[in-house]
């Protein structure tokens, strides 16, 4: 059963811009964070960007400035807009949110490819 549901990956040229979303199924309750990691090819997982729902949030050092991660926590829905894209950020991006149980949810991950 699909719990995170992601879009808005593509192939964008260097300098351009996404816009990733992600919403959680309503099975998934007391959501306390949302974020996005990524993976490229060779490469760990590793921390995009996350979203409190008190408001607060992280960014890793390499998408601050560019990147801004967003909530909107009536729809348990995460976005993840991305500008300035670099040929570095090419990676499959997963959704991730945890709860106030310790339950831990991934979404299936959407290719984000930046080439000219």
């Known amino acids: 059963q699909v719990q995170l549901v992601e879009s808005g990956g593509g192939l964008v040229q260097p300098g351009g811009s996404l816009r990733l979303s992600c919403a959680a199924s309503?099975?998934?309750?007391?959501?306390?964070?949302m974020g996005w990691y990524r993976q490229a090819p060779g490469k760990e997982r590793e921390l995009v960007a996350l979203?409190?729902?008190?408001?607060?949030?992280n960014y890793a050092d390499s998408v601050k400035g560019r990147f801004t991660i967003s909530r909107d926590n009536a729809k348990k829905t995460v976005y993840l807009q991305m500008n300035g894209l670099k040929p570095e950020d090419t990676a499959v991006y997963y959704c991730?949110?945890?709860?106030?149980?310790?339950?831990?949810?991934w979404g299936q991950g959407t290719q984000v490819t930046v080439s000219s």
């Open positions: 309503r099975i998934i309750f007391s959501i306390n964070a």
């Open positions: 979203a409190f729902v008190s408001g607060s949030g």
């Open positions: 991730y949110a945890q709860n106030d149980y310790g339950h831990h949810y």
